[in-house]
């Protein structure tokens, strides 16, 4: 156990809410929003994170804190008190199995956005002059180019790896502690320069009406919350186990879930103010409501409002900060078990996986236009195409939500409740709505996660 680290207590916070908030909250969430027609998407997206995203991020928490180890010991030690033994220790396997498949592409989309960072720069510099068809053009020719790429790729796994070798504290929470002030604040100050944007009223409209909602879009609020939580693969299993004992599990998991949620909305807020901006007639002819949103559809929308040279770097560089503190927390998850597990030295550790990932990530990197049978590998028929596409609906739609099942399921039905409240309690005091809580936990969540892999087995996708 000789390099552990351990967390101050801001520094756990923020590096908790540093995993949560990422391309989740930025880049998927306004458009699966918009996807959804807003509204009643957004309701059901904020009970989900307080009926069932809350209460499976305390459990991770408890198990984490309780055990002090990286998701496969902590299972395996508790897993021995319970029904099932020591097989227990398969669901820590899974989440860091989950963290090597999510991180190799997620790097690959978080290249993206320093890539943009520097188109804007020089846009900003030189002028802006692309048109908005062109825009989309350019972003495919930039997604089809594997040298590009795999360059973008290293890059961010770099630094990544770089800042998780530094350590618990002087690493992640270093960086945490520095970058989530600024992303919170500067984010803020573009929602608030967002009222002066014309298309302000529609958006906050479209965000905010009440209106129908299908049952697809049910379960893909449901889905996200996982995602955009960092549960179901051991991530808060970690962070957790680098928690010191005075620190209150339910004040922490409030302070993360809210924070998440705020950056979430104004998120929106920004993006579908300079989107509403246009009118509605080439709003619909130009612009998909596609996964791309971020990178097709805004670029030329900043530069046609005032400030937009300034706002439109400084917008992808925070994006690239948001996902960097996520990258951090899916490494770390990798990270933590060859050194809690193996005994491995932390260097050692991180270089390996880092490598391991890059080498993953790859293929995903090439799977964009770049090489014809990785772009076409569609082991699931229609529901993905490409070898990105393939690992993302692989990890959303089974490996975060069994993950997040069985999760629940060992935590809310195989521990004793007198361990789960006296975990609960410590550096917090009497915790009231345990009750409550735990029947969230053993019934409300799973069955919501049930609900979702029956559609994911009848052939839906929710990624
Ligand atoms: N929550 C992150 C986001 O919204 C993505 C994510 C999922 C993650 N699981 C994680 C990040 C585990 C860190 C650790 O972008």
Same mark, same amino acid.
């Given at each position: 156990?000789?390099?552990?680290?351990?967390f101050?207590?801001m520094?756990?916070?923020?590096?908790?809410?540093?995993?949560?908030?990422?391309l989740?909250?930025?880049?998927?969430?306004?458009?699966?929003?918009?996807?959804n027609?807003?509204?009643?998407?957004?309701?059901?997206?904020l009970?989900?994170?307080?009926l069932i995203?809350?209460?499976?991020?305390?459990?991770?928490?408890?198990?984490g804190?309780?055990?002090?180890?990286?998701?496969?010991?902590?299972?395996?030690?508790?897993?021995?008190?319970?029904?099932g033994?020591?097989?227990?220790s398969?669901?820590?396997?899974? /989440? *860091?199995? !989950? $963290?090597? @498949? +999510? =991180?190799?592409?997620?790097?690959?989309?978080?290249?993206w956005t320093v890539?943009?960072?520097?188109?804007?720069?020089?846009?900003?510099?030189?002028?802006?002059?692309?048109?908005?068809a062109?825009?989309?053009?350019?972003?495919?020719?930039f997604l089809?180019?594997?040298?590009?790429?795999?360059?973008?790729?290293?890059?961010f796994l /770099? *630094?990544? !790896? $770089?800042? @998780? +070798? =530094?350590?618990?504290?002087?690493g992640i929470?270093?960086?945490?502690?520095?970058?989530?002030?600024?992303?919170g604040?500067?984010?803020?100050l573009?929602?608030i320069n967002?009222?002066?944007?014309?298309?302000f009223?529609?958006?906050?409209?479209?965000?905010?009406?009440?209106g129908?909602?299908?049952?697809?879009?049910f379960?893909?609020? *449901?889905?996200h919350?996982?995602?955009? =939580?960092?549960?179901?693969?051991?991530a808060m299993?970690?962070y957790?186990?680098?928690?010191?004992?005075?620190?209150?599990?339910?004040?922490?998991?409030?302070?993360?879930?809210?924070?998440?949620?705020?950056?979430?909305?104004i998120?929106?807020?920004?993006?579908?103010?300079?989107?509403f901006?246009?009118p509605?007639?080439?709003?619909a002819?130009?612009f998909?409501?596609?996964?791309?949103?971020?990178?097709?559809?805004?670029?030329?929308?900043?530069?046609?409002?005032?400030?937009?040279?300034?706002?439109?770097?400084?917008?992808?560089l925070l994006?690239a900060?948001?996902?960097?503190?996520?990258?951090?927390?899916?490494?770390?998850v990798?990270?933590?078990y060859?050194?809690?597990a193996?005994?491995?030295?932390?260097?050692?550790?991180t270089?390996f996986?880092g490598a391991?990932?890059?080498a993953?990530?790859?293929?995903?990197?090439?799977s964009l236009?770049?090489?014809?049978?990785?772009s076409?590998?569609?082991p699931?028929g229609?529901?993905?195409?490409?070898v990105?596409?393939?690992?993302?609906?692989?990890?959303s739609?089974?490996?975060?939500?069994?993950?997040?099942?069985?999760?629940?399921?060992?935590?809310?039905?195989m521990?004793?409740?007198e361990?789960?409240?006296?975990?609960?309690?410590?550096?917090?005091?009497?915790?009231?709505?345990?009750?409550?809580?735990?029947?969230?936990?053993?019934?409300v969540?799973?069955v919501?996660?049930l609900?979702?892999?029956?559609?994911?087995?009848?052939?839906?996708?929710?990624?």
């Amino acid at each position: 156990m000789s390099d552990r680290g351990r967390f101050g207590r801001m520094g756990f916070i923020l590096a908790a809410v540093g995993s949560a908030i990422g391309l989740g909250n930025i880049w998927k969430f306004p458009y699966i929003t918009y996807a959804n027609e807003g509204g009643s998407f957004v309701l059901v997206y904020l009970i989900a994170i307080v009926l069932i995203g809350a209460p499976i991020m305390f459990a991770e928490l408890i198990i984490g804190r309780r055990t002090q180890q990286s998701p496969y010991g902590a299972f395996a030690e508790l897993g021995k008190q319970a029904l099932g033994g020591k097989a227990w220790s398969a669901v820590g396997g899974l /989440g *860091v199995f !989950t $963290g090597f @498949v +999510l =991180l190799s592409y997620y790097a690959v989309i978080a290249g993206w956005t320093v890539y943009y960072f520097g188109r804007c720069l020089t846009w900003s510099l030189q002028g802006y002059d692309v048109q908005n068809a062109p825009l989309g053009e350019m972003f495919g020719g930039f997604l089809a180019n594997g040298a590009l790429q795999i360059t973008f790729l290293a890059i961010f796994l /770099g *630094v990544t !790896t $770089g800042v @998780v +070798l =530094l350590g618990v504290k002087s690493g992640i929470e270093r960086v945490t502690k520095t970058l989530m002030p600024i992303l919170g604040v500067v984010l803020v100050l573009l929602a608030i320069n967002s009222i002066r944007a014309p298309g302000f009223g529609d958006a906050m409209r479209f965000l905010f009406h009440i209106g129908p909602i299908d049952a697809d879009g049910f379960l893909e609020a *449901v889905g996200h919350s996982f995602f955009t =939580l960092s549960l179901g693969m051991g991530a808060m299993i970690t962070y957790g186990s680098y928690v010191s004992k005075k620190q209150s599990i339910p004040g922490s998991t409030f302070l993360i879930c809210l924070f998440d949620t705020l950056i979430a909305l104004i998120a929106c807020v920004i993006m579908f103010s300079i989107i509403f901006s246009i009118p509605e007639a080439e709003r619909a002819t130009t612009f998909g409501r596609s996964s791309t949103m971020l990178f097709t559809t805004l670029p030329s929308m900043f530069y046609a409002l005032p400030l937009g040279g300034l706002l439109s770097p400084v917008f992808y560089l925070l994006v690239a900060f948001a996902a960097l503190t996520s990258t951090i927390g899916l490494l770390e998850v990798a990270v933590s078990y060859f050194i809690d597990a193996r005994g491995w030295t932390r260097k050692k550790a991180t270089l390996f996986c880092g490598a391991a990932i890059f080498a993953l990530g790859v293929p995903s990197a090439l799977s964009l236009g770049a090489s014809n049978g990785l772009s076409s590998f569609n082991p699931f028929g229609s529901l993905a195409t490409g070898v990105l596409d393939t690992f993302d609906y692989t990890v959303s739609n089974w490996f975060l939500p069994v993950g997040g099942l069985l999760t629940a399921v060992f935590v809310g039905w195989m521990l004793k409740p007198e361990l789960l409240r006296d975990e609960l309690e410590e550096g917090h005091g009497t915790f009231k709505a345990f009750g409550l809580w735990l029947f969230l936990l053993r019934f409300v969540g799973p069955v919501a996660i049930l609900w979702i892999l029956w559609a994911v087995i009848g052939g839906r996708s929710f990624a």
